[in-house]
């Protein structure tokens, strides 16, 4: 079956296009497939600025446009008889697209999203190459809804970080991974979309719980919002002491968040911003055989900060830095989207495929967390907090008001499902 797809496209450094074209007919061992949802990521943002020099994006671009988009979810529409035996019409999925398949278009590090000009999360219908199924990154998904599978993959890379972090025994070589189990954890500049989501996995998940975990930020808005989500006395009914920290106006930001502690420190930090100064603060606070993952991907490519080596040497510190997550940590983010954990906190915007240029151009400049584009509707980027106000001239927000304002404010199963209904098609 041939079919026609409307996708954002990359030429080139800042050029992104939305195009209509015919995909071809699949082969034997690819699978045709409808997109129903994706998150804009940073990465997309950073793949936009760099054009060919991204490391994924393949050097004649200009002459094969890939498309962009690699938080996405969908559902398969025809298989190629290779794969008739795992997959079929109608499943649902989601994509690891950190593929790392070696013989891949653009090398090891191609990836969906990136490096295909067939596959892509900002399209209306997309091919899914051989490799993504012999790599295992087609994800089936069986919960409700298709926001959470888009939203697996950004989860997947806060897993795959929790699981990188380790720490030692005196007088062995053996590295004992994952987070300190019982111990003080930090998460600095946490309140951004990828910290809420590192927040709510460490409250559900069902082992190597933090005794302490404490969130910082400089934005007190950003705070409280995540304390609405997350709330203290909830984690506490989790078996997590949680507490949210704005350092802006401290002298001293190190020394009061060790006081927390009782002087002891952080077995484990996450910075979630690339900032020196917050790494720094990080390093400062590790407590003995304490692990810092520098979480944030910066842009720079010449990006430094300042390491204590005294304390790497005498209090055994050490630090991790981890971009992504693997097949896993993937199946771990669906196994809980499927029984029950809703990442609909992280949701702030709400788009059509026309959305997708300017959204992902001006990424940085548009507060709040996870945008969710619905490929086949034509929308402006619109917060959730605006659609009471849209509401009282557009029907469509009117309704999309009610429903979000039931559920404490927060997109939903239910809104998806209208807005896909109802929604303007692109």
Same mark, same amino acid.
């Given at each position: 079956?041939?079919? /026609?797809?409307?996708?954002?496209?990359?030429? %080139? /450094?800042?050029?992104?296009?939305?195009?209509?074209?015919?995909?071809?007919?699949?082969?034997?061992?690819?699978?045709?497939?409808?997109?129903?949802?994706?998150?804009?990521?940073?990465?997309?943002?950073?793949?936009?600025?760099?054009?060919?020099?991204?490391?994924?994006?393949?050097?004649?671009?200009?002459?094969?446009?890939?498309?962009?988009?690699?938080?996405?979810?969908?559902?398969?529409?025809?298989?190629?008889?290779?794969?008739?035996?795992?997959?079929?019409?109608?499943?649902?999925?989601?994509? @690891?697209?950190?593929?790392?398949? &070696?013989?891949?278009?653009?090398?090891?590090?191609?990836?969906?999203?990136?490096?295909?000009?067939?596959?892509?999360?900002?399209?209306?219908?997309?091919?899914?190459?051989?490799?993504?199924?012999?790599?295992?990154?087609?994800?089936?998904?069986?919960?409700?809804?298709?926001?959470?599978?888009?939203?697996?993959? &950004?989860?997947?890379?806060?897993?795959?970080? *929790?699981?990188?972090?380790?720490?030692?025994?005196?007088?062995?070589?053996?590295? @004992?991974?994952?987070?300190?189990?019982?111990?003080?954890?930090?998460?600095?500049?946490?309140?951004?979309?990828?910290?809420?989501?590192?927040?709510?996995?460490?409250?559900?998940?069902?082992?190597?719980?933090?005794?302490?975990?404490?969130?910082?930020?400089?934005?007190?808005?950003?705070?409280?919002?995540?304390?609405?989500?997350?709330?203290?006395?909830?984690?506490?009914?989790? %078996?997590?002491?949680?507490?949210?920290?704005?350092?802006?106006?401290?002298?001293?930001?190190?020394?009061?968040?060790?006081?927390?502690?009782?002087?002891?420190?952080?077995?484990?930090?996450?910075?979630?911003?690339?900032?020196? @100064?917050?790494?720094?603060?990080?390093?400062?606070?590790?407590?003995?055989?304490?692990?810092?993952?520098?979480?944030?991907?910066?842009?720079?490519?010449?990006?430094?900060?300042?390491?204590?080596?005294?304390?790497?040497?005498?209090?055994?510190?050490?630090?991790?830095?981890?971009?992504?997550?693997?097949?896993?940590?993937?199946?771990?983010?669906?196994?809980?989207?499927?029984?029950? *954990?809703?990442?609909?906190?992280?949701?702030?915007?709400?788009?059509?495929?026309?959305?997708?240029?300017?959204?992902?151009?001006?990424?940085?400049?548009?507060?709040?967390?996870? /945008?969710?584009?619905?490929?086949?509707?034509?929308?402006?980027?619109?917060?959730?907090?605006?659609?009471?106000?849209?509401?009282?001239?557009?029907?469509?927000?009117?309704?999309?008001?009610?429903?979000?304002?039931?559920?404490?404010?927060?997109?939903?199963?239910?809104?998806?499902?209208?807005?896909? @209904?109802?929604?303007?098609?692109?």
């Amino acid at each position: 079956m041939k079919m /026609k797809t409307k996708a954002v496209r990359i030429h %080139g /450094k800042a050029d992104l296009r939305l195009e209509e074209f015919e995909l071809p007919a699949i082969r034997e061992n690819e699978i045709l497939a409808r997109v129903v949802c994706d998150s804009i990521c940073m990465s997309s943002y950073k793949a936009t600025q760099q054009g060919s020099e991204h490391k994924r994006i393949p050097d004649d671009v200009h002459i094969h446009p890939t498309i962009i988009g690699h938080e996405f979810s969908g559902e398969i529409i025809e298989v190629g008889n290779k794969w008739q035996e795992r997959f079929w019409s109608g499943m649902k999925f989601s994509i @690891q697209p950190a593929i790392n398949y &070696p013989d891949g278009p653009v090398g090891i590090l191609s990836a969906p999203g990136y490096s295909y000009q067939y596959i892509g999360g900002d399209a209306t219908y997309i091919i899914i190459p051989n490799e993504v199924m012999e790599q295992d990154c087609l994800m089936p998904y069986n919960g409700p809804g298709f926001y959470p599978a888009a939203l697996a993959e &950004p989860l997947s890379c806060v897993i795959g970080a *929790m699981h990188a972090n380790y720490h030692t025994k005196p007088g062995s070589y053996v590295h @004992q991974m994952e987070i300190f189990e019982g111990g003080n954890l930090a998460f600095l500049a946490g309140v951004g979309p990828m910290g809420l989501a590192a927040i709510n996995y460490v409250i559900h998940r069902e082992n190597r719980k933090p005794g302490f975990l404490v969130v910082t930020d400089i934005d007190q808005e950003r705070l409280d919002r995540a304390a609405t989500l997350f709330s203290p006395e909830y984690a506490a009914g989790k %078996g997590i002491r949680l507490q949210y920290i704005n350092t802006r106006n401290m002298d001293n930001p190190a020394e009061e968040l060790i006081k927390l502690t009782d002087g002891k420190g952080y077995n484990d930090v996450f910075v979630f911003a690339p900032v020196p @100064q917050v790494i720094e603060q990080g390093d400062a606070i590790l407590a003995f055989d304490g692990c810092l993952n520098f979480f944030a991907g910066p842009g720079d490519p010449d990006f430094k900060a300042k390491f204590n080596f005294y304390n790497v040497h005498y209090n055994f510190n050490h630090i991790v830095g981890t971009s992504g997550g693997n097949q896993d940590d993937m199946n771990e983010a669906l196994t809980m989207m499927s029984e029950g *954990m809703d990442p609909a906190g992280l949701v702030t915007h709400i788009g059509g495929l026309d959305a997708v240029i300017e959204t992902t151009k001006n990424l940085p400049h548009i507060p709040g967390g996870k /945008k969710l584009i619905y490929t086949h509707i034509s929308l402006p980027l619109t917060a959730i907090s605006e659609f009471e106000e849209k509401g009282k001239t557009d029907p469509l927000f009117r309704e999309l008001a009610s429903i979000v304002k039931s559920n404490n404010g927060l997109w939903s199963v239910q809104a998806e499902e209208y807005l896909v @209904q109802n929604g303007k098609p692109i």
